[in-house]
Structure formats: C-alpha cells, structure tokens
C-alpha cells in the first residue's frame, strides 16, 4: 500500500529533501487516507499532500491508481508504506509504469491575460468576455491537439462559442465576470 504525490519543484533533484517533505506521511493507513479525503482537506493549493493512495491484495500483481485530483507536475513521488503481507520482511517492486503528457504551449496562456484587459468598472479579480473566451477556446486548442483521439468534439461548433461570447458580453459587469 501507499501514496502518491505530485509537485513542482525548480530546485535541482535531492532525493534526501524530497523524502524529508513527505516524511510525515510515513504512519499513515488507509483509514487516514479516507479520512483526509472526507473531510475536504484535499486543497489543489497544497502539493504537499497526497492525490491518490493505492493497495495490493494478496494475489494482485498490478494495480491502477486513481488519483483524486489532476496536477500539473514537475516530480511524482510513491511512498510505499505497507507490505502485503504483515510477514514480510522487506518490500519488492519489479515494476512501476505511468501515464500522462506534456502540454506544449502552455506558455501562452499567460499571454492571453493582456488579449482581454481590464474592462471598465470590473475590480481587480475580474476579467472581461473577451479574454474568457479566449482563454476557453486555447484550453480546447490544447485538448484537441493532445487528447484527440480521446475526446468528442462532435458537439463543438463556432455557433457555440459565438453565442457563448454574446452571452458573456449581455451580462458584462455582472457576476459571471467574478468567477
């Protein structure tokens, strides 16, 4: 059994600090796991808590993490905690295989926050139709070019989106443009 981390980190590999961050984590169970998940502790902010928790029975030989939320990270770190068997005297792992990939262009994104600008009259948390649907139409750009083959798209049109952005403008200075 075990958990399984994601997280940033712009400092060079030290496997000594990255073990040290986690240490914390060393006694725990699964109870402990569903407790944390339960109780909404599970915050997207923090990348030093745990995003999925895993358990072999005595006769599996593979398993498949669900993870509880998606990260976008730089490291992954699976902490094992428990044998099979209480018997065990050591741990043995022949294989550890994942699964993701890697968003070229995210970059640009940042740069769709100076297509919109600041409308009249929004506070400072506030974002204008414009650069919503701007920002909603790179997100898809990214989906369909690295999930095509997993996503339909079927439903998709610019009639969509244009009535979307009409939408977005009727009710300009309005809630909408405080989420």
Known sequence: C???????????????KHFKRFKKYDSWNYKDYKEFVQDGKLSAQSEDEPIGWFE???????VEIKLQQCRV??????????TRQDS???????????????CPGTERLVDLDDLGGQGDGLDQNGVTGLCLLNKTLFFVQQLTRDMKYLLDFSGLSLN????????????????????
């Open 2 to 16: 075990g958990l399984v981390f994601a997280y940033m980190e712009e400092e060079s590999f030290d496997a000594e």
């Open 56 to 62: 072999l029975e005595e006769d599996w030989n593979d």
């Open 73 to 82: 990270a730089k490291f992954l770190m699976v902490k094992f905690l428990c």
């Open 88 to 102: 065990a005297e050591r741990l043995g792992v022949q294989n550890l295989s994942f699964s993701g990939y890697l």
């Open 160 to 179: 969509l989106f244009w009535n979307f952005y009409n939408k977005l403008r009727e009710s300009e200075g309005e809630e909408v443009l405080k989420s």
